[in-house]
């Protein structure tokens, strides 16, 4: 890769970045009044990832800054600490009823306009970015 070529794909990517984050911000500060930070965090323990070192992993996010969302979202009454059934000595993090239907609301407004971006690509192309992405990460 030449060093336009890797120049050129910084540019594309904060630009894609900037306007899918832009979207995707109204819409979760609209349906909850979260930032995209919390909505993210909220997905990931959605898809299981419960305890809040894996989440300061996966999320590429100091424990610090786990720690203080988690305690927000715990008082918001969207998640709550549940004893880890591995070691009695951690937690492990669950969604309530009222962070599902938080998580849900908030994809359900900004799963629209991804689309709209999205259907420029065909299936196949979708699929190969995902997984170049996941790739890069």
Do not use: C, W
């Not at 540019?11 to 109204?26: M, Q």
């Not at 203080?68 to 951690?90: C, M, N």
């Not at 709209?116 to 196949?124: F, G, M, S, V, Y």
């Amino acid at each position: 890769m030449g060093d336009d070529e890797a120049l050129d794909l910084l540019d594309l990517l904060y630009r894609l970045s900037r306007l899918v984050i832009s979207d995707a911000r109204r819409s979760t500060a609209d349906a909850a009044g979260l930032e995209m930070p919390e909505f993210v965090l909220l997905r990931a323990i959605a898809a299981e990832t419960t305890s809040p070192g894996d989440l300061a992993r996966e999320l590429d996010v100091h424990p610090a800054a786990i720690s203080r969302t988690v305690t927000q979202l715990v008082k918001a009454g969207l998640l709550e600490r549940l004893p880890s059934p591995a070691d009695s000595r951690r937690f492990v993090l669950a969604l309530t009823e009222q962070g599902r239907a938080t998580t849900d609301a908030i994809a359900a407004k900004v799963r629209p306009a991804l689309r709209a971006r999205l259907a420029a690509l065909t299936q196949n192309e979708r699929t190969e970015l995902r997984s170049a992405l996941r790739r890069l990460l």
